[in-house]
């Protein structure tokens, strides 16, 4: 357990709504990430981030922004939600350094947001 | 770019048998990590073993473990003594070594152990 929550947990929405997922880590980890599963893809980098207020896209970035404005939180919004943004939509953290029980530059999981969008 | 192949869509095999399943990758980079990860039933991804390449020996966790071939660009994922918690989809993926690099994942591969 790399003390990760994913809020909330299942959400349905209308098309042209915004919307904002929330992963919360409790032991200060420096590399935060957004990852979509889609079937027949794997998962896909949207965003990451590796440090307070930095951040950067991944590959599947469009439609999407993120923020962290703290070390534990990594929010990410979609401005105007589509029928392409169905997903299920998980956090990942990581650190540069052996700490504790947690491999150098390995990424743990949150247990994901399933997005519905009507 | 990398690319992660994982050509076995779906496999099954018995209870306390053991099962391999593939995983290829390309890449120009030299150095670099491999990982398996585990998606059960309750969607929560779980890492189940990582490899760096400079390392030549494999790695192993309990009853997983890898059969890395870098010249081949091979990561096989050999599970013994199968056991019902093992159904899930397997996921290989590839990163740089460079912290905060992205994960590049196969497709996934269903594996089901029956009684």
């Known amino acids: 357990d790399a003390g990760i929550t994913q809020s909330p947990r299942h959400k349905v929405t209308e098309t042209g709504t915004p919307v904002t997922l929330r992963c919360h880590q409790t032991?200060?980890?420096?590399?935060m990430y957004w990852y979509r599963q889609d079937p027949g893809h794997g998962l896909r980098l949207i965003h990451y981030?590796?440090?307070?207020?930095?951040?950067d896209k991944g590959e599947v970035s469009d439609g999407y922004s993120v923020s962290r404005s703290k070390t534990e939180d990594f929010l990410l919004t979609l401005e105007s939600a589509t029928s392409s943004q169905t997903s299920v939509y998980f956090c990942?953290?990581?650190?540069?350094?052996?700490?504790?029980?947690?491999?150098?530059?390995?990424?743990?999981f949150g247990p994901g947001t399933r997005l519905t969008v009507l | 770019a990398q690319t992660v192949t994982q050509s076995q869509p779906e496999m099954s095999v018995q209870e306390a048998e053991t099962v391999t399943l593939s995983c290829t990758y390309d890449?120009?980079?030299?150095?670099?990590?491999l990982f398996w990860y585990k998606q059960p039933p309750s969607r929560q991804m779980i890492l189940v073993i990582r490899?760096?390449?400079?390392?030549?020996q494999n790695a192993t966790e309990n009853r997983f473990s890898v059969n890395f071939q870098k010249a081949a660009k091979s990561f096989s994922l050999k599970i013994s003594d199968s056991q019902l918690g093992d159904t899930a989809m397997y996921f290989c993926?590839?990163?740089?070594?460079?912290?905060?690099?992205?994960?590049?994942f196969g497709e996934g591969t269903q594996l089901t152990v029956n009684p």
């Open positions: 990942a953290i990581s650190e540069p350094r052996l700490a504790g029980q947690y491999s150098t530059d390995t990424q743990y």
């Open positions: 032991e200060n980890h420096r590399y």
């Open positions: 981030s590796y440090g307070v207020k930095d951040t």
């Open positions: 890449t120009s980079e030299n150095n670099y990590y």
């Open positions: 490899q760096e390449a400079y390392k030549q």
């Open positions: 993926a590839f990163m740089k070594h460079t912290s905060g690099s992205r994960l590049t």
